[in-house]
């Protein structure tokens, strides 16, 4: 532990501004100081206790609720105190800084964004995938965010990664036994069945790497950009979507000049649309600024609508000006399978125009509009009924996808007749560093404490 996390620390834990409830939140390895200068007497521990904050004249700041949880039952691991009062600005400051004047002696100081959560992880009260799930908690979007955030924090994820990194440990103990020990003359991988371990964990591996996907999406959600030409409804879906009239609609070609965002959700899953300038040609300046920016979102798109007017097919001017906007897209787009053609105004084209390949709507009536929703959500590679998913951030389905990657390389000298051992374990050990990544958890004394204990090595 750094020298710095050992200091004891003081903020307001609630969010600036008014409230009817305010907390002031320390966190350190002996608070009686502080206990003693604000409440006057000792706390009972765990005990919500009402009396007068008081400053160092011995007048009360306020009145108000002093908890003190005594180390290591606390949230932190140390001790902590909790003073809650009324929620102005004016008066948690003024217990804020009562706290670090009483505590300056010991070295209290304002807490760093994050160090409560970042003492509970150093402490062992959380590991690293549920420390972070705190803050995907707070910043969830959606209900399912929250849901999958809680999972989380619970230790949903972290009981998938650990059940692989005992998997992982005791396959790696069969292959060091035999790497070390080739005198015992046992055949530890064949007898173990490691080629079926290792299977096993493949298969396990894979579905904790969907789940993982699943919650990156809840947490993060996916961009999902409307285009076309002027006046095919893109404005029009954006409010159909959003239920809202977030952009203006006129017959106008050209009315929208810059992007119009908004976040909706489908089945929880955070959606930020965006509503863009139509691609045209066009002499006007700051339309030019406005399609410029345009072609800007659609490179940086997950998923893109591509709008076209249902009631203009078999146009030719109007089709060859849709084919030269087709033929500048990203060709990340078309090879990801993340591009949507949608014909709107269904509602006024006649019965014998179809939409061919893509998905017939309108944006006035309302139909189609579930199809589209559905295609957004199998572009983005949401499967339905996956409610029950943790939360997950990028670096998670990274290291995991490198533990994949080693485990494949593992199986690959497994089945080989003569078996390289040394780069079978190799890949076993950076796998198993892989997941250690997520937890924090992962270091080489545990490796051999988990040998010394379950191999009899120096009989």
């Not at 502080?34 to 009145?63: E, F, K, S, W």
């Not at 339309?287 to 920016?293: D, L, Q, T, V, Y």
């Not at 998923?303 to 060859?320: I, N, Q």
């Not at 998670?396 to 003569?418: C, E, F, I, M």
């Amino acid at each position: 532990m750094l020298p710095r996390h050992a200091d004891p620390i003081a903020a307001i834990a609630t969010a600036p501004g008014r409230g009817a409830v305010g907390i002031v939140r320390v966190s350190g390895r002996n608070l009686s100081v502080v206990i003693a200068a604000l409440c006057g007497n000792p706390l009972t521990p765990r005990v919500a206790t009402y009396l007068p904050l008081r400053d160092a004249q011995r007048q009360p700041i306020d009145h108000g609720l002093a908890i003190h949880f005594p180390s290591p039952h606390s949230y932190t691991g140390e001790d902590v105190l909790e003073l809650q009062a009324h929620g102005g600005t004016v008066v948690l400051q003024l217990l804020l800084a009562r706290c670090l004047e009483a505590g300056a002696a010991m070295g209290l100081r304002v807490a760093e964004p994050g160090e409560f959560t970042q003492r509970a992880y150093l402490n062992d009260k959380l590991d690293l995938a549920q420390a972070e799930a705190v803050s995907d908690l707070i910043d969830a979007s959606t209900e399912a965010a929250a849901r999958s955030a809680s999972r989380s924090l619970s230790g949903a994820f972290s009981a998938e990664i650990h059940t692989l990194r005992d998997g992982l440990i005791k396959l790696r103990m069969l292959v060091e036994a035999t790497l070390d020990f080739p005198e015992e003359e046992i055949d530890f991988l064949q007898q173990a069945d490691a080629a079926g371990q290792l299977e096993r964990l493949r298969a396990q591996l894979a579905l904790v790497m969907r789940q993982t996907r699943q919650g990156l999406l809840l947490r993060e959600g996916i961009k999902v950009v409307i285009a076309g030409q002027p006046n095919v409804g893109k404005s029009s879906l954006l409010n159909a979507l959003a239920g809202a009239e977030l952009a203006i609609v006129t017959p106008i070609a050209g009315t929208t000049r810059d992007k119009v965002s908004q976040t909706i959700q489908i089945e929880g899953v955070p959606i930020h649309v965006v509503d863009t300038a139509g691609l045209r040609d066009t002499v006007d300046p700051i339309e030019r600024i406005g399609i410029a920016r345009t072609w800007d979102e659609i490179g940086g798109a997950d998923a893109l609508l591509f709008l076209h007017d249902l009631t203009r097919v078999g146009e030719p001017m109007f089709e060859a000006a849709d084919a030269e906007i087709a033929r500048r897209l990203p060709p990340e787009l078309l090879k990801g399978d993340r591009l949507v053609h949608v014909f709107n105004k269904l509602d006024a084209a006649p019965a014998s125009v179809h939409a061919g390949q893509g998905l017939a709507i309108s944006a006035t009536t309302g139909a189609g509009l579930n199809a589209l929703r559905q295609a957004v959500l199998q572009r983005a590679g949401w499967s339905a009924g996956a409610e029950g998913v943790f939360t997950a951030r990028t670096r998670h389905v990274q290291a995991l996808g490198r533990a994949d990657v080693h485990l494949q390389s593992a199986a690959a000298h497994l089945q080989k007749a003569a078996a390289a051992l040394d780069l079978l374990a190799e890949d076993l050990r950076l796998a198993q560093h892989a997941l250690g990544e997520i937890t924090g958890e992962f270091s080489a004394d545990d490796l051999l404490g988990e040998i010394f204990s379950r191999f009899c090595i120096g009989k």
